[in-house]
Each structure stands twice: as structure tokens, then as C-alpha cells.
């Protein structure tokens, strides 16, 4: 979920520099630079989380009931990393919101301005697009991801002190649910917004039907 996030904060910075500042290719587009950042963002994000899988095996405490949470499988130092994990998970999405507020603000002044001094020509209808289509990716991140980051910290502060009551609890699973539904959801963005996409499916759609 936070590589999805982190990569969305990445495309939009991709986007800024491209509209906003035009001029040339930034040492931050090239693909060389691309790879390593790739490289650098996945390690960040498995290497914590390969971590505290190991360490929740190593030190999970034996039961004598069965549990309906997970909490009472923590220990003291697994109850502390996952506090740990999951306010750094917070302070990332919080940066990427941001960021993404930032990056999508600035892309869409430009547009405007651009839309405004071609109110006669047929780019303008192109513009209002591209106004649109940020907008419908602004909206998805919200609608999947807020619920969910604003719902998890108070859990994972609540859950491991058994504070959490039923309402917090399903809450959070409503939250799940609504963030995974991002999975749906991007490849009809793709499909609907990309044009080069929607294209190439159109050609393939039609060299099948040609070739049945």
C-alpha cells in the first residue's frame, strides 16, 4: 500500500517538473536516476517489514487461549516496533498528501493559465481534460487512503493497550477494505485517462475481432 502511495507522490513529481518547469531534462527524469530511486524506495519499504516479521516469529509469546486480535501474540519489543512502524507509515502518507496537494496545485495553475490563452483553439478542450483527470487522481487518493491512515494510528496506539473498543475495530476494517479497493481502481484509471492506452487496447480489441 505505501510503495503504491510513495510511487503516486513520484508520477506527480514526474508531472511538476515536466508542466511546471519545462526547460530541459531534469537529472531527476532520467531513467538511470529513475531505477536507483526505485531501487532505493523498495529496500526502504521491505527492509522494516522483512524485520518485524522475523522478529514477530522469533519473539511471539505462547498462548493459552485463542486469541481474537492479534495484539496478544506481541511482545513488549514487537508491540514497540509496530508502534513505531506505523507512525512512520503515518508521517509518510502525510508527507505524500502534501506533496501530492503541492505537485497537483501547481500542475493545475499552469493548465489554467495555459487554458486561458487558448480559449479559441482545440487545445482547450484538451486542457479541461488534463484538469479533470488530476482531479479524478487527487479524489481516488483521498477516498482510499484517508480513511484508512486516519482510522490505523489511533488502532495501533489502541489495539496493543486494549483500549480499542468494536466501534474503532470495524472502523478499520471498513477503512481496509475502502484503501484496497484502490487495486480496482487503478486499472480503470489507466484505462479511462491514458489515452496511448486506451488506443493500444482499441487496436488490439479490433485486430481480434478482424482476426476471428
Known amino acids: 500500500m505505501y510503495a503504491s502511495i510513495i510511487f503516486m507522490c513520484y508520477i506527480a513529481a ?8 519545462p526547460s530541459g531534462t531534469h537529472v531527476l527524469q532520467s531513467v538511470r536516476t529513475a531505477h536507483i530511486i526505485s531501487m532505493v524506495t523498495w529496500v526502504c519499504l521491505l527492509a522494516p517489514s522483512v524485520t518485524y516479521s ?21 511482545s513488549a519489543s514487537i508491540s514497540l516496533f509496530f508502534k513505531i512502524l506505523h507512525t512512520i507509515c503515518a508521517i509518510i502518507f502525510l508527507l505524500v498528501f502534501i506533496s501530492l496537494v503541492f505537485f497537483y496545485h501547481g500542475i493545475s495553475r499552469r493548465v489554467l493559465q495555459a487554458q486561458q490563452r487558448q480559449l479559441a483553439s482545440s487545445n482547450a478542450e484538451k486542457l479541461v481534460k488534463s484538469r479533470r483527470n488530476m482531479l479524478v487522481l487527487v479524489s481516488i487518493f483521498c477516498v482510499c487512503f484517508v480513511p484508512y491512515n486516519l482510522v490505523r494510528l489511533p488502532v495501533t496506539f489502541l489495539w496493543t493497550s486494549c483500549s480499542a473498543g468494536p ?31 486506451w488506443d493500444q487496447m482499441s487496436q488490439r480489441i479490433v485486430s481480434v475481432g478482424t482476426n476471428i
Open 54 to 74: 522475523i522478529l514477530f516469529f522469533i519473539t511471539q509469546k505462547p498462548l493459552t487461549f485463542t486469541p481474537s486480535r492479534c495484539w496478544p501474540l506481541f
Open 14 to 21: 514526474n508531472r511538476y517538473l515536466k508542466i511546471v518547469h
Open 167 to 197: 466501534l474503532l475495530f470495524y472502523l478499520e476494517e471498513v477503512a481496509t477494505m475502502v484503501s484496497v479497493f484502490n487495486i480496482c481502481l487503478d486499472p480503470l484509471v489507466y484505462f479511462f485517462l491514458c489515452k496511448s492506452f
